[in-house]
T-cell receptor
Framework: DAGVTQSPTHLIKTRGQQVTLRCSPK?????VSWYQQALGQGPQFIFQ???????QRGNFPDRFSGHQFPNYSSELNVNALLLGDSALYLC???????????FGPGTRLTVL | KQEVTQIPAALSVPEGENLVLNCSFT??????LQWFRQDPGKGLTSLLL?????REQTSGRLNASLDKSSGRSTLYIAASQPGDSATYLC????????????FGTGTRLQVTL
């Protein structure tokens, strides 16, 4: 049983560009959450998707948006990239909003 | 707004020592509390999950306790090994959901030979 998978592993973009990160949840999981982890910091909650809708959102600007597909996979989109968006982006999935989250390996985004 | 603090930020111990990592949180209305391990540049591995109604959980050499009233959790690692070297993160879920975790900044542990 594959765990949570994320693609790509690494990504380099320049300021002002747009980026899309992808996440496939663990088999049987229908809830996906995204986190941003800056170097030396703990992960920060971006948003959560359940039943193809954004259910909760952290303190992130509208440049951060997402989508969940009928197969429960999810995308994180970031527009107008800033240098400060450089971070490890983690996806987590769970059976529902009440159960333990399992994390993927992350996507390392570098903005130059 | 929930705030999670972990002390110490870094810790170095010789192999074989027992050690305690501390986590404190400001809002006791948590849904659950999880301890994670993170190796450099990698994702998070869940170590222990404590539901809000529980006081402790154990897995092998690890034991985590939860005291909601005082806003504290501890992770006890027995007989530490060099392979335990990693950053340990604690995260509070909730309120009302396990899927919105608030993390501390972690404790970086090095176990030396």
């Amino acid at each position: 049983d594959a765990g949570v998978t994320q693609s790509p592993t690494h990504l380099i973009k320049t300021r002002g560009q747009q980026v899309t990160l992808r996440c496939s949840p663990k088999s049987g999981h229908d809830t996906v959450s995204w986190y941003q982890q800056a170097l030396g910091q703990g992960p920060q909650f971006i948003f959560q998707y359940y039943e193809e809708e954004e259910r909760q959102r952290g303190n992130f600007p509208d440049r951060f948006s997402g989508h969940q597909f009928p197969n429960y996979s999810s995308e994180l989109n970031v527009n107008a990239l800033l240098l400060g968006d450089s971070a490890l982006y983690l996806c987590a999935s769970s059976l529902d909003i009440y159960n333990e989250q399992f994390f993927g390996p992350g996507t390392r985004l570098t903005v130059l | 707004k929930q705030e999670v603090t972990q002390i110490p930020a870094a810790l170095s111990v010789p192999e074989g020592e027992n050690l305690v990592l501390n986590c404190s949180f400001t809002d006791s209305a948590i849904y659950n509390l999880q301890w994670f391990r993170q190796d450099p540049g990698k994702g998070l591995t869940s170590l222990l999950l404590i539901q809000s109604s529980q006081r402790e959980q154990t897995s092998g050499r690890l034991n985590a306790s939860l005291d909601k009233s005082s806003g504290r959790s501890t992770l006890y690692i027995a007989a530490s090994q060099p392979g335990d070297s990693a950053t340990y993160l604690c995260a509070c879920g909730g309120p009302g959901t396990a899927s919105k975790l608030t993390f501390g900044t972690g404790t970086r542990l090095q176990v030396t030979l």
